[in-house]
């Protein structure tokens, strides 16, 4: 259930002390092969952190032997300072495992706008290197945790082929704030012993996350930060049915990414918004996602309101291919709007329970997409009010 | 400083019974003439009330004679039911003054997904239409209001012409939460004794509300019953300059929406963010409303945390021209981030006052806009999870 569930993976997570709460906050993920094969994904807002500069050069042969992640600081907006320490950390974790620093990713998290320790983050790259372990995975996934309450872990195993050989892929994640799409402040590393070509890697990555991790928004706002890395070491010689490796790929990513909108912060409820009968793909997940964007629809929740008018008036703002008069909407199987109009009594909709499902049916199309966001609470804007982030 | 400001119009305020706390909740607002010209500007929202259908149809000829308000109840997601109880609503004030039903226009504010109480409303109207007088304007302005916490009303003279004529315009404005562009949750009657024409009055109301309700973002969600109502009756027998008009209006309007920000649900910050030296209007309106849109920036001026990095990554996700190293932000006058980068000290920066500015300097242009919006707050939440609206 972790980075390390696959074959041919060590990780490690360390105290550098970027943190003042002294809590793990240094990660390193290494692959020990046989083949090294990657591909990821990262943030598509204009304004990208200084690693995400560095590991798009990482990733262009398609080839990473190792990742380092830090907390309690995200390195964005540093300058040039910022990318020479990005490039610094690589160095270093090269020098140590004797590999090249072109093969080194790094991913970093925490708040925008300060230099990183570099005093700090040398010497805990030496000490997670040393505690390197084939089954630190549960220690990375703790390091890599800013205000997450909990680590983030999946893994999935394949059915054996017919040479009785199967393979797995795990993953680990982090992410609680500035979750939304084009990724979220959102670090993701996941790890498989298939044998994987990258060009391969990257088809099915970018075809799991479109439907996991870019359908989790939980506050519309978008990371400098955020990267997913799938690293294959080839270590279980199973050369998968690619179908099959992608289904579970996209099983491990829906997984962390509903693990991440269940630790999201502050929330009181996980919503699950599904636009169903739509004319494409696109229009029910505009539909989803404005409404999941919605703060009125969102604060209703976290009142136990069924407001179904906050979901008809955010729908109305969207393009998508829809009469109003033909719309309905269901919460918690509930059909509160019938044909754009009044339905059944929202006395009978039960929102004590932390999952919330939002069906609504646009009559267009077959088309559905479900985005998984949250309620809009107290604690939100208390934790990202009176903390910097 | 009100809708009966400039001569020629009559207004009350009564309380039809619509509220449960027994606040006013019915307006009425005349145009005696002698011209009786009008333009009006609805919500963009697709899911649109029926008084929005009703008054649309009304505004074709570019007359009205007179318009009814209720707060209480939006009157949308109502079917065609709803329709009839606006198309009754207009008739019975038609009847009452002798004029006709098609020159009545129609507005409704509240819960959505509620049918009118009828047995309240036409008596109301009844009650209104006996309480007409030409200082009514007050009244008119209080019984629109629903969670807002004072009545918004404004008005400006123009100087005399070469003749010796001077002519005003007036207006009232209700809105506090679903407020954001394409017009708000708000309701917006303006008047004025110039002598226009529709034409005339149409071209003047959007010009002027382009700038000013287009540009109020509270909170990022549009009504289904936005409608902002120009009439003019031409009592003054002023011919008015129409930049000079457009300009008084475009006073009358930024007054208004300065207004419904400052009352805006929860608010505890009202902050204007001026995008400058964008490569175009649009792009400066596009990168201040993303920032409008954040509700880590939002929830972080309420913690008084000047995060400019909250700024930067929510610049990031614009598609505007600009160089990321090349964005300077300020807050209250202290340059935070310069060239993308870490500038002066945030611990320079004092928001313990109610009015932020925060300036974003794309270094891509001549062109700039300024979104008007709030910070995202405790009370913001509980009164939209609370209660319904």
Request: net charge negative.
């Amino acid at each position: 259930m972790s980075v390390t569930t696959a074959q041919g993976f060590r990780a490690a997570g360390v105290t550098a002390g970027l943190k003042t709460s002294g809590n793990p906050d240094l990660a390193l993920v290494i692959n020990d092969g046989p083949e090294r094969t990657a591909a990821a994904v990262f943030t598509t807002n204009r304004v990208a952190a200084a690693p995400i500069h560095w590991s798009r050069q990482v990733l262009r042969d398609g080839r990473v032997d190792a990742v380092v992640l830090n907390s309690g600081g995200a390195n964005a907006c540093t300058g040039p300072e910022g990318f020479q320490n990005t490039h610094a950390t690589a160095e270093k974790v090269a020098d140590i495992l004797g590999i090249s620093a072109t093969d080194v990713a790094v991913c970093s998290t925490g708040l925008i706008g300060e230099q990183l320790p570099m005093d700090k983050i040398l010497p805990g790259v030496e000490a997670a290197a040393a505690a390197l372990v084939s089954d630190g995975g549960a220690a990375a996934a703790t390091a890599i945790m800013t205000t997450d309450t909990v680590p983030k872990q999946a893994a999935w195993t394949s059915e054996p082929n017919a040479e009785g050989l199967s393979y797995s892929i795990g993953g680990m994640a982090k992410g609680a704030g500035m979750l939304a799409p084009g990724l979220a402040t959102m670090l993701v590393v996941i790890t498989t012993d298939a044998a994987v070509e990258a060009e391969g890697l990257d088809a099915a990555l970018r075809d799991a996350v479109r439907v996991t991790f870019n359908r989790a928004d939980s506050d519309g706002c978008m990371s400098t930060n955020d990267t997913v890395l799938l690293m294959a070491s080839g270590a279980s010689t199973a050369f998968p049915d690619m179908d099959e490796f992608t289904a579970g790929l996209t099983q491990v990513c829906a997984t962390l990414a509903r693990d991440l909108i269940a630790d999201a912060e502050g929330a009181s409820h996980d919503i699950a918004i599904t636009t169903t009968n739509a004319d494409s793909e696109r229009d029910a997940e505009v539909v989803s996602r404005s409404v999941a964007r919605s703060n009125l629809f969102k604060a209703a929740i976290f009142g136990n309101d069924p407001n179904w008018g906050r979901v008809l008036a955010s729908v109305g703002t969207t393009d998508a291919v829809f009469d109003p008069d033909k719309i309905n909407v269901s919460i918690n199987g509930i059909q509160i709007c019938r044909n754009g109009c009044i339905g059944d009594s929202r006395d009978l909709v039960d929102l004590s329970g932390r999952e919330v499902t939002v069906e609504i049916d646009l009559n267009a199309g077959l088309a559905s997409a479900t985005i998984w966001t949250n309620d809009l609470t107290h604690a939100y804007v208390e934790e990202n009010s009176a903390y910097s982030s």
